[in-house]
């Protein structure tokens, strides 16, 4: 029999393989749990804006992936239907991020997770992610 | 004397040539006006995620830009504080998205700004943006 | 045959009716229609906060009433899921508050919808309201 | 001196004593602390909507009170910039409700707060509440 933990790995690895994003934006899948996932981010030079600060979208989508793992953990095909980020402190080039995703609530085949981001040198909480997401009710292909 | 345009463009100009992230996501600037910009980007091999569809983020990272520049058009660095965002529709590998910023209020050093990302083929809304402003009160560097 | 104008009055009257919260807050029906509605609300004494300005809640409480008469007024019982609000301006004891919803889109069961309430003595935007439905799929009852 | 606890209670009576918005919602206040607050509310005949259900507004009106207390809990005068909330479960005639808003964070004069609201009889989570404040950098009239 599968445990909860043992799903959540697989349903890790079945999405990993194909997330050439996450992979792209040199992020790090840290650890995956019930409900949880983390991920981790360096701040490249292809990550700052204008002003010298890492872009915001990026932050969001380091994130929006530790969110997607923590959703599609349980084993069934999850989508994101929205989120809402609030952006506290800047990141600079260098900054390592570490993204920790928690289920706040999962009603039928609606879900809500909380995903706050931390810069790992100082433990300053750089954004607090919220996601909206929405189960497709098929397994994720092992 | 600068009209309104004028520093709008000026304020893009000196935005982009700093703006890494936004050119290695291969963004487009299209046209910038006083509360508003439009961007563009392919979505490429390397933004699709597990599920075979571009990464929520990459899509709120060009809907980011695209307000970026929107908020800053008025000649005043100005950075987010947050912004929320829902996915309609899916984008797939090839999909162009074009992204068009407009200001919905201005108050103090405080900003909201609406995006709309559209898939430029049939003009279908893949997201609704909203993002939160907030002014530094410095010029922006000529 | 019912055309979309007449559903929409009829579902208003179907849920105005039972909406005992609304009345109670003395908001008034202005209009409805397919996908639009607008309702108005005077604040009252009850209505103000320890600060002497119309308690935030309150004036939400006004765009998710003109929020869900746009949502159902398609003929399907709808209800929110959730909504994201932006504070501009205090109101104060005795501004009359015009709330107007919009849809912005609709996918499925899914909608997405834009509420604006302003202070009708001089169409200051108040706040800026922007709501997530979800359709039951059941016909209004008449 | 005044201890953060005091400061805190001292904060919410300043507030409360002027609140006629959450008194006539039939609001109690529970508790107060150093970034927290609780807020209790029974769901009464007038807030019940054209569905036989609590009206969202109102759910989100208990929320907005709660974290209101908290962020004005350090001694400063404090304001609501916005806030979302997602809507997990109805409430009906007669639940208690009870919200609790915790700090999430602080940077300069902006503020962030989570506001959980369950039902009293059985725990379950109705609503789940973010709020973003802005500090005036004015003390609470003692």
Same mark, same amino acid.
């Given at each position: 029999?599968?445990?909860?933990?043992?799903?959540?790995?697989?349903?890790?690895?079945?999405?990993?393989?194909?997330?050439?994003?996450?992979?792209?934006l040199?992020?790090?899948?840290?650890?995956v749990?019930? !409900?949880?996932?983390?991920?981790?981010?360096?701040?490249?030079?292809?990550?700052?804006?204008?002003?010298?600060?890492?872009?915001?979208?990026?932050?969001?989508?380091?994130?929006?992936?530790?969110?997607?793992?923590?959703?599609?953990?349980?084993?069934?095909?999850?989508?994101?239907? !929205?989120?809402?980020?609030?952006?506290?402190?800047?990141?600079?080039?260098?900054?390592?991020?570490?993204?920790?995703?928690?289920?706040?609530?999962?009603?039928?085949?609606?879900?809500?997770?909380?995903?706050?981001?931390?810069?790992?040198?100082?433990?300053?909480?750089?954004?607090?992610?919220?996601?909206?997401?929405?189960?497709?009710?098929?397994?994720?292909?092992?």
């Amino acid at each position: 029999m599968t445990t909860p933990d043992e799903l959540a790995r697989a349903s890790a690895e079945a999405m990993w393989s194909g997330d050439a994003a996450s992979k792209a934006l040199g992020m790090r899948l840290v650890s995956v749990g019930p !409900g949880t996932a983390s991920l981790s981010m360096t701040v490249r030079e292809d990550m700052i804006n204008g002003w010298d600060l890492c872009h915001g979208g990026l932050i969001a989508s380091l994130a929006d992936s530790a969110f997607a793992f923590a959703c599609n953990s349980h084993g069934t095909v999850t989508v994101a239907s !929205g989120f809402d980020v609030t952006l506290l402190e800047s990141a600079r080039l260098g900054d390592e991020l570490l993204a920790v995703a928690v289920e706040r609530a999962r009603r039928g085949r609606s879900g809500l997770y909380d995903v706050t981001v931390t810069r790992s040198s100082d433990d300053t909480v750089i954004a607090e992610f919220r996601g909206r997401s929405r189960s497709t009710g098929d397994p994720i292909p092992g």
